[in-house]
């Protein structure tokens, strides 16, 4: 498994993934670390999404609407920002433990 994400392989991203997670994801998974997002970055893409989901609509494929309704690949828009907020709860709680982790470092350099 390494050895393919090192070679730049990642898993596929469901088809039912919430709006605007897709490219999140994939900001995550770059290649180089410099290129993802920190956790500061991954809040402001988050709440970014959920922006946009609570946004009117303004140009609407009707197509591929009746495709994805027939399909059974469209998640609300609650259940969107009910990912979202897990999400931004699971980076904060992160982001504590990685302040509390660089504070006992600091601590254990004096």
């Given at each position: 498994?390494r050895?393919?994400?090192?070679?730049?392989?990642?898993?596929?991203?469901?088809?039912?993934?919430?709006?605007?997670?897709?490219?999140?994801?994939?900001?995550?998974?770059?290649?180089?670390?410099?290129?993802?997002?920190?956790?500061?970055?991954?809040?402001?893409?988050?709440?970014?999404?959920?922006?946009?989901?609570?946004?009117?609509?303004?140009?609407?494929?009707?197509?591929?609407?009746?495709?994805?309704?027939?399909?059974?690949?469209?998640?609300?828009n609650?259940?969107?920002?009910?990912?979202?907020?897990?999400?931004?709860?699971?980076?904060?709680?992160?982001?504590?433990?990685?302040?509390?982790?660089?504070?006992?470092?600091?601590?254990?350099?004096?």
């Amino acid at each position: 498994m390494r050895a393919s994400v090192l070679a730049g392989e990642r898993l596929e991203i469901p088809e039912n993934t919430p709006f605007g997670f897709r490219p999140l994801i994939q900001k995550c998974w770059a290649q180089e670390p410099n290129d993802r997002p920190d956790s500061s970055d991954l809040i402001k893409l988050i709440e970014g999404i959920k922006t946009e989901d609570t946004s009117p609509v303004t140009d609407i494929d009707t197509d591929k609407t009746k495709q994805n309704t027939h399909s059974g690949n469209v998640q609300s828009n609650a259940d969107a920002t009910a990912t979202g907020n897990i999400l931004k709860s699971e980076i904060n709680a992160n982001t504590n433990r990685i302040s509390v982790n660089e504070a006992n470092t600091e601590e254990k350099k004096r």
